[in-house]
């Protein structure tokens, strides 16, 4: 047999062939087109005990909001492209969460739109420009890593969407700082161009690796009813990852809208558990108070305040595809559940998320 030793190239010779040639990959990799997409089908029934007379099961929710019927809650298809230093993201959506959302919108098709900018090389500092999921909250609009099937009540009346531009500082691992001036509250169009952009900030920091405390601000002028004023809103929430199976969050939304008799509040706690025994098996509960008893954000013939707990249980089909189901609880001092007082709600839904 040959023996091949005699034909290898010195190591010395070697290592200087790939010196001079790694520049020639390296180029070869950042200056070309690279290409990432995703997706979401989330469909959904859902169960109101006290039948709603009109299409939405609750006037004041705006996902999973179909009464008795099967429907799909949002179908997203997610693009996004980058070269070099900067990159453009497009995701296209349908559903009833776009028909709740959007009612105001020309532009409805674009669930995401928006361009980025990495400003160095040691990618702390970013600008993006365009359509963008909010930074308010700790549940996503594809909720299908959200700890419960349908969205609080704190989150599905603050944004699920901003329009604008944003600056993003990541310092290190621990800290965050993003500042925005957006078209206004959860706006593609900016329905008064005489006003200023909304302001909102957002800071986050994580102690440890497994938890998370996050502070989000609004400032801006905004419409309720007849009348149009500053609103001044802040987002806190800590999430906790405290093992394997355990994890928690506890929120508050706080918020001040300025009326012609001077400022209306708004207020919602929450806080909520999820139980993992497996990589198949998830739990839920959610226990979350929100009042506004001025109508400075719910127009609503009363003022809205109300009790709500929820269970969940989900099964994960694969990496990919998810079961899920919700019993959820409403109690408010009003009649607005329906003409009710008290509301359970049932819901499930089948989702996949590529």
């Known amino acids: 047999m040959e023996n091949y030793k005699h034909y290898r190239y010195p190591t010395t010779f070697l290592k200087v062939f790939l010196w001079v040639l ?10 070309s087109l690279r290409f990432e997409w995703g997706g979401l089908v989330d469909t959904y029934y859902a169960y109101a005990l006290r039948e709603p ?39 296209l959506q349908a559903g009833t969460y776009v028909e709740d959302n959007y009612a105001q919108e020309s532009i409805q098709l674009l669930n995401e739109a928006y361009v980025g900018i990495v400003l160095d090389r040691a990618q702390k500092h970013r600008i993006e420009v365009g359509i963008m999921p909010s930074y308010i909250g700790f549940e996503s609009a594809t909720t299908f890593n959200n700890y419960t099937l349908t969205r609080s009540l704190l989150a599905d009346n603050s944004p699920y969407f901003m329009t604008g531009l944003a600056y993003r500082y990541q310092s290190n691992a621990r800290w965050m700082l993003g500042v925005w001036l957006t078209n206004g509250w959860q706006r593609i169009r900016k329905p ?47 999430e906790a990852q405290w093992s394997t199976q355990w994890q928690t969050i506890v929120g508050w939304d706080l918020g001040w809208q300025k009326a012609p ?6 207020s919602a706690p929450i806080v909520m558990v999820r139980y993992m025994p497996n990589t198949h098996w998830q739990m839920a509960a959610r226990v979350e108070y929100y009042t506004d008893p001025e109508q400075a954000l719910i127009r609503e013939a009363l003022p809205l305040t109300t009790w709500g707990i929820s269970g969940n249980v989900d099964y994960r089909v694969n990496t990919y595809c998810k079961l899920r189901s919700e ?20 819901t499930t839904g089948l989702a996949f998320m590529f």
């Open 22 to 31: 790694w520049p020639v990959f390296a180029w070869g990799q950042t200056d």
């Open 53 to 91: 007379q009109q299409e939405q099961k609750l006037p004041f929710q705006y996902s999973y909001n179909r009464h008795n019927e099967w429907a799909i809650n949002l179908a997203l298809l997610r693009g996004k492209v980058s070269y070099r230093n900067t990159y453009a993201i497009v995701a």
């Open 192 to 238: 008064d161009r005489t006003t200023a952009p909304g302001i909102g900030t957002q800071l986050t920091f994580k102690p440890k690796a497994q938890h998370t405390l996050n502070w989000s601000t609004f400032t801006g002028e905004e419409a309720v009813g007849l009348y149009s004023g500053m609103r001044w809103f802040h987002n806190l929430y800590w």
């Open 261 to 266: 008799e001077g400022y209306r509040h708004w």
């Open 327 to 346: 019993v959820r609880h409403l109690s408010a001092t009003q009649p607005l559940l329906n003409g009710q007082s008290t509301q359970w709600l049932w």
